[in-house]
């Protein structure tokens, strides 16, 4: 199956770090990845990470992937306002010509 | 990265009606993907457009509903046909690029139709 989950709702305060789960079925994925929409936007690619990967960091994000659990969680260190939107995990077999399986989606709330 | 141009932005509908999205990209490319996103949903894929073959449809859509062009390795256009409320969503088309600096997909900023 193709099936990827994640938290409906995280809330947590300005300046604190957040961490955003993700769990897939389908163990063939190779590429995964982190995407952002804000309100009455697109989605904004934020990172990716390759299957032979542990762990990717990017400035204030850092990917964690756990092949044998399935489980990709991204972590935003000193988060803000400004980060407030919904988060989407995706998996592809490849990066360039296979479909991209979405996650639910995780609602980011920031409080100031 | 590359750049999508995706329009209309947004419309509204009448019931019976039909809406044709464009994209076009500022590169070529050889496959477009077009997604649906409902309300309050995650994004699900509609089909591959393939430039001088049919699109490929996921389950549970059909050409006679989302019918597709993709005339060239730049553009392509998905038609929301004889609508109904519950066609009332967000479609996106997206690209896939590789590059030494990105490697992901690309979305367009989508189109937001409601149909009444």
């Known amino acids: 199956g193709e099936d990827v989950e994640q938290s409906l709702f995280l809330s947590v305060r300005e300046g604190d770090s957040s961490v955003i789960n993700c769990t897939y079925t389908?163990?063939?994925?190779?590429?995964l990845y982190w995407y952002k929409q804000e309100p009455g936007a697109g989605l904004q690619l934020l990172t990716y990470i390759f299957s032979n990967m542990d762990m990717k960091q990017d400035q204030r994000l850092t990917v964690l992937l756990n092949k044998k659990d399935k489980h990709l969680s991204l972590r935003i260190a000193d988060t803000q306002t400004g980060d407030s939107a919904i988060y989407f995990c995706a998996e592809s077999r490849d990066g360039a010509t296979n479909k991209l399986i979405f996650g639910t989606g995780t609602l980011l709330a920031v409080q100031p | 990265s590359a750049v999508i141009s995706q329009k209309p932005s947004r419309d509204i509908c009448q019931r019976g009606t039909s809406l044709t999205i464009q994209c076009q990209v500022d590169s070529q490319v050889t496959m477009m993907f077009w997604y649906r996103q409902q309300p309050g949903q995650s994004l699900t894929l509609i089909a591959t457009?393939?430039?001088?073959?049919?699109?490929?449809?996921e389950s549970g859509f059909v050409i006679d509903k989302f019918p597709i062009s993709r005339p060239n390795l730049t553009f392509s256009t998905l038609t929301v046909s004889n609508m109904s409320p519950e066609d009332s969503s967000i479609y996106l088309c997206s690209v896939a690029l590789v590059d030494r600096a990105n490697y992901g997909y690309t979305f367009g900023s989508g189109t937001r139709l409601t149909v009444v």
């Open positions: 457009a393939n430039q001088g073959s049919e699109a490929t449809y």
């Open positions: 389908d163990s063939s994925s190779t590429y």
